[in-house]
């Protein structure tokens, strides 16, 4: 009668620098139940990345063939490298019970939205700009050129905090794990995800299958 | 910049004997932000109750007197006593940027639905009817009929569970105390709750309020 509950898969966005990796690196300790979308790349693996565990790192020629067999939920180009989630990266996870987080950028989170992808929209944001431009300065051995560019970006991406349904301020780790713990507890509560937990509340809520 | 927060409403209901009491006590003590609407009732004050704690014990006469003054968000004559949630309960909870819990039965929930009334839905479950009757047999002194009619009003009750947002099985306390703060730790990340958390990001968010 039970039935096995489908994954729900968490969108997660943000601005370069404000800590999701982080973050989501965390919550994928903590949380038995929940796993990450592996993207595909044509980039060159950097020295502690695993195929297959980071990213599954493969050829243009690869990638491109893909594209053409509609592999791919969401793909993009960005600066001069490929990158994309295949709709069997996810659906897999999903099939076999998990939640999955798809980390994705403003941009394929809003080709998800476009093709009516059901999922939770969540945004990260950090508590200002000034603080951002302070992480993105002492984690990165960029230029202030590239560091001005990702600023800009930024500001682009921030705008559209309003196509999520979810807005977490990333002021602190913890503070941050903890309320995206609380969200994804609260998604698993929502009415529509009820099954019934014994034959006589069953017998209740579907009459008509007893 | 930063507008103070108005405090949310979470209607909560369930059949009786789910423990809807007991778990909202634990949530009150442990939430700072959170409180209680205390409804009005002309039924005599068990020895335990307070005024202005449980109820506000009140006269049929002043019950009637606030019934014509259109008081109420909500009120009920259940066995001949009225029961009734004022407007000013809540909202004064609101305006002092307290969240609120509304315990209140299906048929009020229903009437605050009707009129429109925005808050969080939030229904309680228990694990079986079998598990029901037997809590409401331990808990109580009452007749086998009298709690046979109490079996009956929840079953209608829990076929209602659909017009509630969100949907929690009580299998034990803390459990379901953990889902409920989760719940309201969400309600408070959606995004149209979000406030810009820097003048930065302000004049990203609103441009036209710089």
């Known amino acids: 009668m039970q039935l096995k509950r489908e994954g729900i898969p968490y969108i ?5 620098g404000t800590g999701k990796s982080t973050v989501c690196k965390i919550l994928l300790e903590r949380l038995a139940n929940l796993k990450i979308s592996i993207s595909h790349t044509t980039r060159a693996p950097r020295p502690t990345e695993a195929h297959g565990k980071d990213y599954y790192f493969v050829s243009e020629e690869e990638f491109k063939k893909k594209i053409e ?5 969401e793909w993009a ?3 001069n490298e490929y990158y994309g989630t295949t709709r069997h990266s996810i659906e897999k996870i999903q099939n076999d019970g998990y939640d999955v987080i798809i980390e994705i950028d403003v941009q394929g989170a809003q080709t998800l939205r476009s093709m009516s992808f059901e999922g ?3 945004f990260l944001l950090p508590p200002s700009l000034k603080e951002l431009k302070n992480r993105l300065t002492k984690r990165s051995t960029e230029t202030v050129e590239k560091i001005e560019q990702r600023m800009k970006v930024a500001k682009k991406e921030i705008a559209e905090y309003k196509n999520y349904f979810y807005v977490v301020t990333n002021f602190e780790v913890e503070d941050t794990v903890y309320k995206l713990s609380s969200i994804m507890q609260a998604e698993k509560q929502k009415m529509f995800r009820y099954v019934p937990t014994s034959p006589d509340l069953e017998s209740i809520i579907n009459p008509q299958d007893t």
Chains 1, 2 share one sequence.
Not at 12 to 16: F, H
Not at 69 to 73: E, I, P, S, V
Request: no cysteine.
């Open 120 to 122: 939770v929209y969540i």
């Open 69 to 73: 067999a509609n592999a791919f939920l």
């Open 12 to 16: 997660i966005s943000a601005p370069s």
């Open 77 to 79: 180009k960005v600066h």
